[in-house]
């Protein structure tokens, strides 16, 4: 079904605040240290864990294995809904987040095509002119 899907809600969390119980048992199931699993990620998108751009091939493969543990939706489902649905005339994915320090999450779930709509707040506006300037120069929407 998730193929046919043609919206999804979603919300992203950053690395250094991920709800503990959950953090530890994605480390536990990569056989890491929540701390290490911080370390290599920038945060995740619908539970899917997205690696930072600097991470070296060994550990990269490390986030891959945790995600493949992972039984809710992929990224490649997710990619792939919202690479599909614009084309259906489909809202496709749709995130919503706040704060300053999602800034660097949400440029590289967009880089990787992850979402299409993005609803945000003034400091992760503010975060995301910081990273992108030209981004800054935009006027905000209500």
Do not use: Y
């Not at 709800?19 to 199931?29: E, T, Y």
């Not at 919202?82 to 987040?97: E, L, N």
């Amino acid at each position: 079904l998730i193929e046919h899907t043609d919206c999804l809600l979603t919300s992203v969390g950053p690395s250094g605040e991920f709800a503990a119980p959950w953090l530890n048992d994605a480390a536990d199931a990569g056989k890491i240290e929540p701390s290490e699993l911080r370390d290599m990620t920038v945060g995740n998108i619908m539970g899917c864990f997205l690696p930072k751009p600097e991470l070296s091939a060994k550990r990269r493969k490390m986030v891959e294995r945790i995600n493949q543990r992972w039984t809710g939706i992929t990224l490649a489902q997710l990619n792939h809904c919202a690479r599909v649905a614009p084309g259906r005339g489909m809202p496709g994915v749709t995130a919503f987040a706040i704060g300053h320090g999602k800034a660097q999450l949400i440029v590289e779930s967009l880089k990787l095509g992850l979402i299409n709509c993005l609803v945000v707040d003034s400091q992760l506006a503010e975060g995301l002119g910081e990273m992108v300037p030209e981004l800054s120069s935009e006027p905000l929407k209500d």
